[in-house]
């Protein structure tokens, strides 16, 4: 429930992906339909999903996304904002969303995003970044970032195949299983972890190097 508590739910057997954020949680059948929280149930189609602490935006087998706002008090956009959006394979919601393209080019709800990588090309996946912008994985293992702190911040960096971020800074995993990261908190020292996994899968914020344990 975002306390740290154990919440009871309902049977989810044949749900094939869960989503959470906060309080809320909600289901990917294998049929593409969605059941959870308030606005998903009549969602179809879906094949993976975003969540915010207001938002939860869904990308459909034919490209398109679906927004929806559980609290449109507080929301920051809503499906008007995504109606023009096509040929999305992946999208990443570190604040506003981003959608990648299946030509590899990237597209932004808020305009002064969408400027930011109206340029890029050859992207594979998204990750979020440090604050609200959002870093781009080429297919040779570079970065682009729209936000300059984190450009700066992995300025260097080379072979990268995943990216997750936390309250510490970003890591990353090389494609040898080796990792790197912007910490310098010894206690997120990375430097001596090998064998790490090199699947990726961009998007959605993830836990990495967040106990400080080395991998054997």
Same mark, same amino acid.
């Given at each position: 429930?975002?306390?740290?508590?154990?919440c009871?739910?309902?049977?989810?057997?044949?749900?094939?992906?869960?989503?959470?954020?906060?309080?809320?949680?909600?289901?990917?059948?294998?049929?593409?339909?969605?059941?959870?929280?308030?606005?998903v149930?009549?969602?179809?189609?879906?094949?993976?999903?975003?969540?915010?602490?207001?938002?939860?935006?869904?990308?459909?087998?034919?490209?398109?996304?679906?927004?929806?706002?559980?609290?449109?008090?507080?929301?920051?956009?809503?499906?008007?904002?995504?109606?023009?959006?096509?040929?999305?394979?992946?999208?990443?919601?570190?604040?506003?969303?981003?959608?990648?393209?299946? &030509? @590899? /080019?990237?597209v932004?709800?808020?305009?002064?995003? =969408?400027?930011? $990588? !109206? *340029? #890029? %090309? +050859?992207?594979?996946?998204?990750?979020?970044?440090?604050?609200?912008?959002?870093?781009?994985?080429?297919?040779?293992?570079?970065?682009?970032?729209?936000?300059?702190?984190?450009?700066?911040?992995t300025?260097?960096?080379?072979?990268?195949?995943?990216?997750?971020?936390?309250?510490?800074?970003?890591?990353?995993?090389?494609? &040898? @299983? /080796?990792?790197?990261?912007?910490?310098?908190?010894? =206690?997120?020292? $990375? !430097? *001596? #972890? %090998? +064998?790490?996994?090199?699947?990726?899968?961009g998007?959605?914020?993830?836990?990495?190097?967040?106990?400080?344990?080395?991998?054997?």
């Amino acid at each position: 429930d975002g306390k740290g508590q154990v919440c009871e739910v309902e049977d989810y057997s044949d749900a094939i992906a869960i989503f959470a954020s906060g309080d809320r949680l909600a289901r990917l059948r294998a049929d593409g339909s969605m059941e959870g929280t308030s606005g998903v149930s009549e969602w179809k189609d879906v094949i993976s999903v975003v969540f915010s602490a207001n938002t939860v935006c869904g990308l459909r087998t034919d490209g398109t996304v679906v927004v929806v706002n559980p609290e449109q008090a507080s929301c920051k956009f809503s499906q008007e904002d995504v109606e023009g959006w096509s040929d999305i394979v992946s999208l990443c919601l570190p604040n506003f969303l981003y959608g990648l393209k299946a &030509d @590899g /080019t990237v597209v932004a709800m808020k305009q002064e995003d =969408a400027e930011a $990588v !109206s *340029g #890029w %090309t +050859g992207i594979t996946a998204l990750f979020p970044g440090m604050n609200s912008g959002v870093i781009g994985l080429r297919a040779d293992g570079t970065l682009l970032c729209s936000d300059e702190a984190d450009a700066a911040a992995t300025a260097g960096w080379t072979d990268i195949v995943a990216i997750a971020r936390c309250n510490a800074g970003l890591f990353a995993v090389r494609s &040898d @299983g /080796t990792a790197v990261t912007t910490s310098e908190d010894p =206690a997120y020292d $990375v !430097s *001596g #972890w %090998t +064998g790490l996994a090199t699947g990726t899968s961009g998007g959605q914020e993830a836990p990495a190097a967040g106990d400080g344990q080395k991998a054997d």
